[in-house]
């Protein structure tokens, strides 16, 4: 039988983990770049760490582990039919896999407090598990890279995480839209409308408007149980447009009734001057009242980022929320952090072939092998070049030329090194350009100097 993986898992060959090492240590890089230090948690938690946080649905998707050892833990034959599904879970598994990366940094902010200098910038770039059903661009194995700021309340946490985000794509190549809303300028819409306690409600479906168009949102709200006149009232909010300064007017006249909706507005409006006053985006950031996130713990700013040149969903997001760590009984712990989709940037990034070169190709130089002198001439060449930061290699068996091209052709390899008797007594080697076909005899300085500037 033929070995397989499991549905919604990838391998990943030479090429790909070159491509997707690109963009791990582009984005790893900028988050240093801020301060922020690198931590990491076990691919799994105490199931009791993970359950109940990411509402019914999500603990279905929760990947559980078998206890070891007499795994049934004593349960009885009626305890079988005894126990609801929840039970036997939670007899039989005592380990789940981690579904994201924000409940288990709560844990490791509440578990490891007394150690920690506050305000802690943390960034986070680890595989996450979900028992989902796997479908393209959705799969049960995938990265997320993660960076939040706890116990600080200041708005220019919210300022440099668009400068992050605003620099990993300039980084990329990508040209994005930032946009950024707040749950607060939402929350006073609901409020103004006499529908506070529909929030979720009104949230949740205008979130979707550009995957189900206005028309079904709207159908989506009347379902909620908002009255026809409530939204009505939306429309205007919903199809707001103009600069991001007419927007901010605007929604300032219109949410003068509610303070939850000023503050809102007041905290966005200090984010995108304190952006424009240093003119520091290269790309477009926009107020977006339509964008909402999902998850509810959100309370204050809220970030989405698409790609300009491809049609595919949001591939960075994030936001403020006040009591990440209230769920383990730490309450009053404010934070704000964002999210790379390493996954979808990777397809942006194919789609527009936007590697740089080095990252297409492996190896930069291989060096031909003729036999035991030849080669016992070339190692020191071979090492002279790995110690000027060179990708090289030399081919490990005396055989055919033909065959050594056809390996160097095989990976892309650029150039390729040779040395027979003649070079051997002049002290130097061949160096075959393998796009142009043009071949140099250079001196071991003349080939350093030329492949470092290649």
């Excluded at 940094?105 to 028992?131: D, N």
């Excluded at 809303?181 to 409020?191: Q, T, V």
């Excluded at 477009?284 to 300009?308: H, P, Q």
């Excluded at 003649?422 to 001196?443: D, I, W």
């Amino acid at each position: 039988m033929k070995p397989g993986i499991p549905k919604g898992t990838r391998d990943f060959g030479a090429a790909e983990m070159a491509r997707r090492n690109y963009i791990f240590d582009t984005i790893r890089s900028v988050y240093s770049l801020y301060g922020f230090s690198q931590i990491e948690t076990p691919a799994m938690e105490n199931l009791s760490t993970l359950m109940g946080k990411y509402g019914e649905e999500g603990d279905k998707l929760l990947f559980k582990i078998l206890n070891s050892g007499d795994f049934r833990g004593g349960i009885t034959a009626d305890g079988w039919t005894g126990k609801t599904l929840g039970q036997l879970t939670t007899a039989l598994c005592e380990k789940g896999l981690r579904y994201d990366l924000t409940v288990p940094f709560a844990r490791y902010v509440v578990q490891h407090r007394e150690e920690l200098q506050l305000p802690f910038r943390r960034y986070q770039i680890q595989p996450v598990w979900r028992a989902d059903r796997p479908q393209k661009g959705r799969y049960r194995e995938f990265y997320q890279c993660d960076a939040d700021v706890v116990g600080s309340d200041s708005l220019l946490n919210e300022v440099e995480l668009m400068q992050i985000v605003d620099t990993v794509f300039r980084r990329f190549g990508i040209r994005v839209c930032i946009k950024i809303n707040n749950r607060k300028i939402l929350a006073g819409i609901a409020e103004i409308i006499g529908q506070a306690d529909k929030i979720a409600d009104i949230t949740v479906a205008i979130d979707k408007l550009d995957k189900i168009g206005l028309e079904n949102v709207n159908a989506e709200l009347l379902k909620a149980g908002i009255t026809e006149e409530n939204v009505q009232k939306l429309q205007p909010i919903i199809r707001l447009s103009g600069s991001n300064s007419d927007k901010i007017e605007t929604m300032r006249h219109s949410l003068v009734c509610s303070e939850t909706g000023l503050k809102g507005i007041e905290e966005v409006e200090y984010v995108l001057t304190m952006l424009e006053a240093q003119g520091s985006l290269h790309n477009e950031i926009e107020l977006d009242l339509t964008l909402a996130r999902g998850l509810n713990y959100y309370t204050g700013c809220i970030f989405e980022v698409k790609a300009m040149d491809v049609q595919i969903g949001s591939i960075t997001g994030g936001g403020r929320y006040d009591n990440l760590t209230g769920i383990f009984g730490m309450p009053g712990l404010s934070g704000v952090g964002i999210s790379f989709g390493a996954d979808r940037i990777y397809d942006v990034l194919n789609q527009l072939d936007l590697y740089p070169e080095e990252v297409r190709t492996a190896t930069q130089v291989m060096f031909v092998n003729f036999g035991e002198s030849e080669t016992r001439y070339l190692m020191p060449v071979v090492a002279r070049l790995r110690e000027n930061g060179i990708r090289s290699e030399i081919y490990p068996d005396t055989v055919k030329m033909k065959k050594q091209m056809q390996y160097a052709n095989a990976k892309a390899i650029p150039y390729v090194v040779l040395a027979g008797e003649n070079e051997m007594e002049s002290h130097t080697v061949t160096l075959k350009n393998m796009v142009s076909g043009e071949q140099t005899q250079l001196s071991i300085e003349q080939l350093v100097a030329c492949l470092c500037g290649a």
